[in-house]
Structure formats: C-alpha cells, structure tokens
C-alpha cells in the first residue's frame, strides 16, 4: 500500500524545475520502490507568465504563498527560491504551519541555521537539506549518520561546481574566464548572482554547515577566511601544471591542537591527489575519520537534476518519517552544537607558490631568496623563464615555490617583496596541499 504525501515547492527555476519533472515524470517508479507516492500540489512562483521549462498539470502554479501553507494535504515544503531574507520568512511560516521542509538553501542555513533548526525543533517538524552541500553528492547522510562511529578529523572538499567548472575550462579548453562564466550560467550551475560562486561565498556556506556537522562544533561563516578566484590568472594554472599541480578552489576544515582550522581558497593540489582529478561541475570531498581512515566522495556539485537528486532523496526521507528521527535524535546540527574553538589566524603552515614579476636586472632573484630567507622560508624550486621581448625594465614572470612555512612569516615576507625595486606590482601567491596523514 503506498501512503500519498503532498508536496509543495516554492521555486521553479534550475533546481525547482527538475524536482517537479522528477515528480510528475518518475512518480510511480519512485513509489513502486519507496512506497511513498509524492503528491505534487503547489509550485510557488513569483511571475506566473514567466515561459517554464516544463507544462505542470492545471491548479499547480501559483503566485500566492498562502496556498501551500493553508493546503493541510501539503505536508512538505521544499524551499527552492534562493535567497536568505524572503526565504527565511517562507521557511518559518512552513514550519508554524505544521510542514516539514527540504531544502537546497545552504545560504540561508549557513547565515540563519541555528535559528530556523531551533524553530523546526520546536514545532515538531524537521528541516532536511542533502542538496545544499555538494549538489547530487549525498554527502550530508553520509557524514551525519554512515560515520557517526566517528570523530571526523579534516574534511578537504571541492565544494563549488561553477569554479571548478571555469578553472577546468580555462586550463584544458584555454577558455577565457568571462565566457566559462557564462557557460557555467548557462548550464543552470551558478547562484543567481554569480558573485557568490566566484568569491568563494557559496564555498564558505557550504562549509560552515559541512564543518559544523562533521566537527560538532557550530563553525559560523563569519569565521571562515575566503579568498575566490579573483587573483588567479591562467599564467598560474600554467605555472602551477608546469610544477605538477592543478589549482582548485579548496574549503577545508581541521582539528589543530590550537583550534579549528578552516578556510576556503584556491589551493595548488599536486596532479597525484584524487581531488586534482575532479573537473568540470563536480564536487569532491575527502574525510578523515578516527575509526574509518580516509573516505572519499565525488559527484555532480550543481545543475538542476543532480541537485534535484538530492532533494528526492530527502522528500522520501521526511516522507518514511526517518528525516524527523534523525533531525530529532542526533545532536550534531548547529543549533544542538556549542560555538568552535578557531585557530589562531596565520598559524597555518604550508607550502606555498608565489608568481611575481622582476624586472630583468642583475641581482633581482637574490633579492627575493633574502627577503624570504628572513622570514625563515626556504625555497623549494625556482623557475623564471627567458623572455627574448622584455627589456630589462618590463616585468618577467618568476615563479618560487616554498618549503612549508607559516602564512604569517609568508605575508611579511610578500610585504617585503613588494617593497623591492626589483619586484613589479603586488606577488600572487597560492597555498599547495600538504598530504594529511592518513
Ligand atoms: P533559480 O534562480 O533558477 O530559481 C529560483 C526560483 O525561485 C524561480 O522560479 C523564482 O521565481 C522563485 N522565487 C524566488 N524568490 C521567490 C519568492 N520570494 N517567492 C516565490 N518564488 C520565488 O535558482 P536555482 O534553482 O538555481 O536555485 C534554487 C536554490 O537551490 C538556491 O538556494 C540555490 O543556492 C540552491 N542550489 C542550486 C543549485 C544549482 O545547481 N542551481 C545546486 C544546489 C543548490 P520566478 O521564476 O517567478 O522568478
Ligand atoms: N552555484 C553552486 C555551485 C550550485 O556552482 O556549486 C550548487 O550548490
């Protein structure tokens, strides 16, 4: 016997879209397999003449919030608008009520998650949210229940689909980085504003409520430090593959003996690393646990069916009612979590790449080795190509790369750099993964 459970989804855009079709087009499939009938009643939308991407049956498409939240047959809401502050305010009014909600708003849960956990709690309904870490990855059942045997001692994860898509493009398909942008727009894999992707925003959400789980420990994203694409050039994805490195926007998070150390910024990763090998709009995630050792999981990090993925998952979660067990009984969501203990900022200790650009002077290179030899860093490899066009006053491009040493000693020595006659503009500079040991 299937139970019937009503759906109501606010949103009809990429993600909200593919849910409904998945829905309507795969609904006996999923029934004769779950024993759950998925019931789509509303798609709330804001502009009801908008040309959709797929024909829902007559009755469905609304503009008025009110019809899902009076509609008793509708028991689970899925918010799939985006956004924090109108997204917020559906969410609250879904759980008064009496609806369960899923979610793919890792934005809004990363910002205001303790709050609306806390307010789920009380009403005695659950919020579930597989889709808004690493897209169609079940990554969030995977480390809240699969490893629970375990305390989880780093993640390292390639969390945002459209950098990882772009940095792919740009290095393989020598595409420049606006028009990979754009595709990745295209493609249904950006935010609506695409700022929060490329900034590196979009990671730091997503790892404020990966670290938080898997840490136990509420990790706020105001604590994160994030750096984005904006620096990178493809002079260093070159200069990175020369060295035998593929640069990815990298979020990590890991117990240190002073603090939680967390972060999210593009990293060198050497080409023998399995997350190197992770390209185009997929996502990828090592975890180590104590008891488990090293896991890794890889899937499709965005666009509209991978993610709606996800979301089905957890409508037939919420549906069984396994969804309010879980969200009722393990305490590891941050509204149940105390605040996490950070490291101190700096303390990180790495090797790292540094491109900058020297004038063609005698002396200039010995310059450069000084300045860091006095911050205690030691170099690992130089390369500076011979430019046959450069007079001795243009800029040559050196690329140094560092034994590990400590980000404070590095960004006193970067200061010292600049400060050089010899050294043109401002280094860039890019951390390289250390292995964890295993
Ligand atoms: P889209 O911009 O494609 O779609 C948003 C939809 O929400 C539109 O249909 C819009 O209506 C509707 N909407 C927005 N605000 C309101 C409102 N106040 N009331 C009613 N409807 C509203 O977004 P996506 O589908 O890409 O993303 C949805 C959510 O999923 C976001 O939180 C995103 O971060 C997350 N996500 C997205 C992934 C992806 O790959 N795209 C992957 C994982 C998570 P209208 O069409 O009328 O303008
Ligand atoms: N914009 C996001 C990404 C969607 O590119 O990863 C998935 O969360």
Redesign the pocket.
């Known amino acids: 016997m299937s139970r019937k459970t009503g759906i109501g989804i ?7 879209s593919a849910v409904a079709r998945l829905i309507l087009d795969q609904g006996a499939e999923l029934s004769a397999r779950t024993g759950v009938t998925l019931e789509l009643r509303h798609v ?4 009801l003449t ?1 040309t959709r991407p797929l024909t829902l049956p007559a009755g469905i498409l609304t ?1 008025n ?1 009110a019809d899902l939240l009076a509609d008793d047959q509708t028991e689970i809401v899925v918010e ?4 924090t502050n ?2 917020m305010a ?1 969410m609250l009014a879904a759980l008064h009520a009496g609806k369960d909600i899923v ?6 849960l990363a910002l205001h998650g303790p709050e609306l956990f806390a307010a789920a709690r009380s009403a005695g309904r659950c919020i579930a949210f597989e ?2 870490i690493a ?1 169609g990855t079940p990554l969030v059942e995977a480390v809240r229940r699969g490893l629970i045997a375990n305390r989880i001692d780093a993640v390292y994860g390639i969390l945002n ?1 459209t950098c990882n898509y772009i940095l792919t493009r740009m290095l393989q398909d020598n595409v420049g980085y606006a028009h990979a942008l754009s595709e990745a727009q295209r493609l ?5 504003d695409p700022t929060l992707d490329v900034d590196g925003t ?1 990671s730091a959400h997503k790892l404020a409520l990966l670290a938080s789980l898997a840490m136990q420990q509420r990790c706020d994203v105001q604590d994160i430090p994030v750096r984005g694409l904006g620096d990178i050039e493809l002079a260093d994805l070159i200069a990175g593959a020369e060295l035998g490195y593929v640069c990815k926007l990298l979020a990590v998070a890991k117990r240190c003996p002073d603090g939680l150390d967390v972060s999210v910024q593009p990293t060198f990763i050497p080409r023998t690393h399995p997350l190197a090998g992770v390209l185009g709009p997929f996502n990828a995630v090592s975890v180590y646990g104590s008891v488990v050792g090293h896991t890794l999981f890889y899937g499709p990090g ?3 069916m991978p ?1 709606a993925s996800a979301v089905i998952a957890d409508l037939i979660d919420v549906a069984i009612g396994n969804a309010r067990r879980t969200f009722q009984c393990i305490a590891v969501l941050p509204d149940q979590t105390g605040p996490a203990t950070h490291r101190p900022p700096g303390e990180n200790r790495m090797p790292w790449y540094i491109r900058l650009g020297l004038r063609d002077r005698p002396g200039g290179i010995g310059k450069v080795a000084t300045v860091l030899g006095e911050q205690g860093i030691s170099i690992a490899t130089i390369v500076q190509h011979e430019s046959f066009e450069a007079d001795h006053d243009d800029a040559v491009p050196v690329v140094v790369t560092t034994r590990p040493a400590k980000e404070h000693a590095l960004q006193r020595a970067l200061s010292a750099m600049t400060d050089l006659d010899v050294v043109i503009g401002r280094p860039v500079w890019i951390p390289v993964l250390d292995k964890h040991s295993e």
């Open positions: 606010i949103g009809c855009g990429v993600v909200g709330l939308v804001r502009d908008k503009a919030h799939l608008a985006g956004g109108q997204a559906m979610t793919a708003n890792k934005a809004l889709a808004a897209g689909g249904g894999y950006a935010e609506a979009d965005a666009g509209g993610t």
